[in-house]
């Protein structure tokens, strides 16, 4: 099974001009623990999660840019993505080795295409795993 018959396609996701307050607000009021940052063109730049959010308001304030806080969010180079035919498998794997929450889907040139969470491997895992138009974390 291929991820882009599984990922979740409608993906929340920040972008580089929102605020920290903005970014805390879209992942606490959809229930999710973290998200892709994208640029204007939807390519993936970065990741926030909800302990990253926690430190950038502490450290930065509320009212700084998401752009102004990239240096201190993972790189691109260190985030782990997959395309949209990788395998289960691919996915499993990498959530059984690393200690991640989501695994961000990209086309060739870095643009989201999608995002598998750990509950996306676990409905599977379970035989429900009909659910990849959901909006996930």
């Given amino acids: 099974m291929n991820v882009k018959n599984f990922m979740t396609s409608e993906v929340h996701k920040v972008t580089l001009d929102m605020t920290v307050r903005k970014a805390i607000v879209l992942l606490t009021s959809n229930k999710i623990s ?21 430190k950038l308001a502490a450290a930065k304030s509320l009212d700084k840019l ?20 990788s395998s289960f498998a691919d ?14 889907i990209t086309d060739a040139n870095g643009r989201l295409q999608g995002i598998v969470s750990r509950s996306n491997v ?14 996930s974390e």
């Fill in 91 to 104: 996915v499993y794997r990498l959530f059984l080795s690393n200690p991640i929450h989501r695994i961000i």
């Fill in 66 to 85: 998401i752009s102004d806080c990239l240096n201190q969010l993972p790189k691109t180079s260190s985030l782990i993505t997959l395309s949209t035919s």
């Fill in 34 to 54: 973290g998200a892709p940052i994208v640029d204007h063109l939807q390519n993936v730049v970065s990741v926030v999660s909800e302990g990253n959010l926690l």
């Fill in 122 to 135: 676990l409905r599977i895992l379970v035989g429900n795993g009909g659910d990849s138009a959901k909006t």
